[in-house]
């Protein structure tokens, strides 16, 4: 979801009013009232323009595999982010199929990234995350839940859950209420204990003694700290990826408005949805498909683009807005973990960095190169930090 909450009002230029989407024939909103809108990220003034570039015929059979492999996806909603891994992982280098004879089988998959490797995104073997010492077994826990941010579903993280798995980690991605496969409507959630109810379900249903890793990116950060606070004594660890980290009586809202007036791309690509009429405040916030890999993916692979863009959904508003109530004997008692992404374009570097000023994790972590969305722009680093986060010791 990135950025949120510039404000604007009736009297908004005329480019604003037309990303309005109205669900109802309601009037537009009376003169002197100001809706705050979603977004923080940075116009990129000096960006490459995408659109007049041509598709070599590689990029082309990637486009056209991942388009099929988006239809398959919304075909297979109730296999949830595992069934996207494994649709999605390249099947002739994955370890779930026999090499053919006389080939080595790797340790782990290749990315499905179509792009050249880079120096900042090696391929790990897992002994190469794991000191020869550590056991996965000897950890306090091996279990990592992921939640997505704003817009996004479990579908995101299909790498990371495959590469945990093929490291002897258990991996659980969960949709949140109206995001991913989840069937609710994004414009009727109206709390935040609504909007993250599949992951608190999830996590009260773990046994007694039973502990996890939260890992939130983006608007899943005030969500895992919800969940710290709730359920304080089955999170091991939490893991912010580029992600909103709040302090006690701060919501996304106060986070995101900070920079609110210089995200002319954000603003851009905002199509807010009034589904109780323009006279009311907005009930969901879309993006314009065309923006999505400026914003969002600026580093991903083509398909993973393609994916975003046929997977993405609107993203609840009355959640962001509200104020998170933290204390120091649950919340802050839990280890805390943030991985800055230096290329993003939807939570700029600098408030990555403001965050972490203001509420100090115990660790940072830098993916340099990474775009909002690392796990699909750079898997191997991200893998490589959250193995080696589960192997720091209590």
């Not at 492999?69 to 280098?93: C, F, H, M, P």
């Not at 496969?181 to 249903?205: G, I, Q, R």
């Not at 919340?331 to 000023?357: F, V, W």
């Amino acid at each position: 979801m990135g950025a949120l909450f510039s404000c604007f009002s009736s009297a908004a230029p005329a480019e604003t009013k037309r990303r309005r989407r109205s669900i109802s024939s309601a009037p537009p909103p009376p003169p002197g009232v100001a809706v705050p809108s979603l977004g923080l990220s940075r116009d990129r003034s000096g960006r490459k323009e995408r659109g007049g570039e041509g598709l070599t015929h590689e990029q082309e059979q990637a486009l056209a595999a991942a388009a099929k492999t988006a239809a398959s996806l919304l075909l297979r909603q109730n296999g949830g982010a595992e069934a996207v891994a494994e649709v999605l992982l390249d099947r002739s280098s994955s370890v779930r199929d026999p090499p053919p004879a006389g080939k080595k089988k790797q340790a782990l998959p290749r990315s499905s990234s179509s792009r050249p490797r880079s120096l900042a995104d090696p391929l790990l073997q897992v002994q190469q995350l794991i000191n020869q010492d550590v056991k996965i077994d000897d950890l306090e826990t091996n279990h990592f839940v992921l939640v997505h941010g704003g817009g996004f579903g479990a579908w995101c993280w299909y790498k990371t859950i495959a590469l945990l798995k093929d490291g002897g980690f258990k991996a659980t991605a969960i949709d949140l209420t109206g995001s991913g496969t989840n069937a609710f409507d994004p414009n009727n959630v109206t709390s935040l204990s609504h909007y993250v109810m599949p992951l608190t379900s999830f996590l009260e249903k773990l046994s007694d003694g039973e502990k996890v890793i939260l890992v939130g990116h983006d608007f899943g950060g005030t969500c895992i700290s919800y969940a710290m606070e709730a359920f304080t004594s089955k999170v091991a660890k939490a893991v912010f990826v580029s992600a909103v980290m709040l302090t006690n009586g701060q919501s996304a809202a106060d986070v995101f408005s900070q920079q609110a007036r210089s995200n002319d791309l954000l603003q851009r690509a905002q199509i807010f949805l009034y589904a109780n009429g323009n006279d009311n405040p907005p009930t969901a916030v879309d993006y314009d498909k065309s923006l999505l890999q400026d914003l969002f993916f600026n580093g991903s692979p083509a398909k993973d683009v393609v994916l975003a863009s046929v997977s993405m959904r609107p993203v609840p508003f009355a959640p962001v807005l509200e104020k998170l109530s933290l204390s120091v004997k649950n919340h802050d008692s839990i280890r805390r973990y943030y991985i800055e992404t230096t290329g993003d374009n939807a939570l700029p570097l600098s408030l990555q960095q403001s965050m972490c000023s203001l509420n100090p994790p115990e660790r940072v972590f830098q993916l340099k190169g990474a775009d909002h969305s690392p796990f699909l722009s750079k898997p191997q680093a991200l893998h490589k930090y959250l193995v080696e986060l589960a192997k720091i010791s209590t």
